[in-house]
Nanobody, 126 residues
Framework: QVQLVESGGGSVQTGGSLRLSCGVS????????LGWFRQAPGKEREGVAA???????RYADSVKGRFTISKDYEKNILYLQMNSLNPEDTGMYYC????????????????????WGQGTQVTVSS
């Protein structure tokens, strides 16, 4: 059973940076999507960024140019580098994984992912 464990969250001021990590285990497929999602209090969980097995990436418009998703294939760790953070980025951040058909592009729809981590909190103060 796939296991996803997030870390790296914390509290920063506006303009600051954080790097989230997600350890991925028991997930060995040739074609997959790995994604980062976030959920602010009172809001629905939304997709932030995704990367597929061909290293194609996708970002939500709200984070383009500020966030970067990447994967260390040797260590099986998914990263989310977050720069120029603002209070609207506050929320619980989750990583997610899903096996996909060969060459299928990733989406940022939460219903497309069925394996989730427990989340790590990010708080950005003004």
């Amino acid at each position: 059973q796939v296991q996803l464990v997030e870390s790296g969250g914390g509290s920063v001021q506006t303009g600051g940076s954080l790097r989230l990590s997600c350890g991925v285990s028991a997930f060995s497929y040739n074609s997959y999507c790995l994604g980062w999602f976030r959920q602010a209090p009172g809001k629905e969980r939304e997709g932030v960024a995704a990367i597929d097995s061909l290293t194609r990436t996708r970002y939500a418009d709200s984070v383009k140019g500020r966030f970067t998703i990447s994967k260390d294939y040797e260590k099986n760790i998914l990263y989310l580098q977050m720069n120029s953070l603002n209070p609207e980025d506050t929320g619980m951040y989750y990583c997610a994984a899903e096996r996909t058909a060969w060459m299928s592009a990733c989406t940022l729809g939460r219903d497309e992912y069925h394996s989730w981590g427990q989340g790590t909190q990010v708080t950005v103060s003004s």
